[in-house]
T-cell receptor, first 111, second 114 residues
Framework: GNSVTQMEGPVTLSEEAFLTINCTYT??????LFWYVQYPGEGLQLLLK?????DKGSNKGFEATYRKETTSFHLEKGSVQVSDSAVYFCALIQGYQKVTFGTGTKLQVIP | KAGVTQTPRYLIKTRGQQVTLSCSPI?????VSWYQQTPGQGLQFLFE???????NKGNFPGRFSGRQFSNSRSEMNVSTLELGDSALYLC?????????????FGPGTRLTVL
């Protein structure tokens, strides 16, 4: 079946540092890939998405590129802020199957 | 456009009781999915409803059930509550099922079982 593997957290960075959160997936065919963010006490919010190979999703300074050759969808941001502290989830949807989420990576940004 | 709403936001029950949680999707959305989120297990898929039909189901016991109404509102029910059912229950809606339909999440219902 489908699966998503994210890097273990928590990730602690200083403000303005570069962020990478790794995400790799296992799926047959061509899934759509997503990054969601969950702030404390809230539900998940869609951060960005990509629906086909080589697509780059971007939003609020975050980017991720759908790499089919490496089955990856790593999340990056050039300069993180304290307000980016949250839990980040990588996810995939394939066809009419259920959404598959990674385990989440907690990011803590310190001033 | 109003987002996904979930009621109640917080709930405290005792073991053996049953509970019903409600989810109102974004207007026009016909697919509703439910998830259980716990620190130990992360996000686990419960079920998805589309046009009042259950389309997908996760690996949860039969104590967990759901339904969807003609206006796309959905409810999930948990009977004979156990301590391990304490979790954040998230509802997500999308226009339809399938790869190209991103999900929009509600704030969740925090269930505590004592």
């Amino acid at each position: 079946g489908n699966s998503v593997t994210q890097m273990e957290g928590p990730v602690t960075l200083s403000e303005e540092a570069f962020l990478t959160i790794n995400c790799t997936y296992t799926a047959t065919g061509y899934p759509s890939l997503f990054w969601y963010v969950q702030y404390p006490g809230e539900g998940l919010q869609l951060l960005l998405k990509a629906t086909k190979a080589d697509d780059k999703g971007s939003n609020k300074g975050f980017e991720a590129t759908y790499r089919k050759e490496t089955t990856s969808f790593h999340l990056e941001k050039g300069s993180v802020q304290v307000s980016d502290s949250a839990v980040y989830f990588c996810a995939l949807i394939q066809g009419y199957q259920k959404v598959t989420f990674g385990t989440g990576t907690k990011l803590q940004v310190i001033p | 456009k109003a987002g996904v709403t979930q009621t109640p936001r917080y709930l405290i029950k005792t073991r053996g009781q049953q509970v019903t949680l409600s989810c109102s999707p974004i207007s026009g959305h016909r697919s509703v999915s439910w998830y259980q989120q716990t620190p130990g297990q992360g996000l686990q898929f419960l079920f998805e409803y589309f046009s009042e039909t259950q389309r997908n189901k996760g690996n949860f016991p039969g104590r967990f059930s759901g339904r969807q109404f003609s206006n796309s509102r959905s409810e999930m029910n948990v009977s004979t509550l156990e301590l391990g059912d304490s979790a954040l229950y998230l509802c997500a809606s999308s226009l339809a099922s399938g790869s190209y339909n991103e999900q929009f999440f509600g704030p969740g219902t925090r269930l505590t079982v004592l």
